[in-house]
């Protein structure tokens, strides 16, 4: 198993972050492994169809999400390219902000575990473009919801 971890300071509160996590839509903007993602439902979760590039090649697969109690979410491929992978993205209140952290866990096959310190690098490069467009989109998101009341 290879498990990358990143966290980031988000300047909005809580419910924006949670608000703006809670559109599984928006993996596609933030999350540069996907380029497409297509929601529909599962009995145990939200179900999503996901599509991109990983290390240049594309993919697709299919996901179960979990909405946790944080605000955050926890998404599991049921079936891919890969034997398994997880993504848990949990959000934490902080003087200042918001804490986002995600880790994501890849059960790589047998023929990549030789490139797995490139690989191990590669996606942690991945999760801090990820959390940074997180971190753009949920302060965007905060600064609309506080226009808006203004404008009430």
Known sequence: MTTVSRRVLISAPRD???RYLSDLREIANYD????????????DGAGATASGRFLGLPW??????EASPDGGYRG???SGPLRGMESR????????????ENVETYDL?????PLSLFLRAWLASALE????????????LNRRLQLQSLDV
């Open 89 to 100: 993205v949990a959000v934490r209140s902080v003087v200042g902000g918001t804490v986002v």
């Open 76 to 78: 599991v491929m049921v």
């Open 129 to 140: 473009s990820k959390l940074g467009a997180v971190k753009e989109g949920a302060e965007a």
């Open 16 to 18: 924006s972050v949670r």
């Open 60 to 65: 697709s697969g299919t996901f179960r999400f």
């Open 109 to 113: 096959p047998f023929l990549l575990k």
């Open 32 to 43: 540069p492994k996907v380029e497409e993602i297509v929601l529909g439902e599962a009995p």
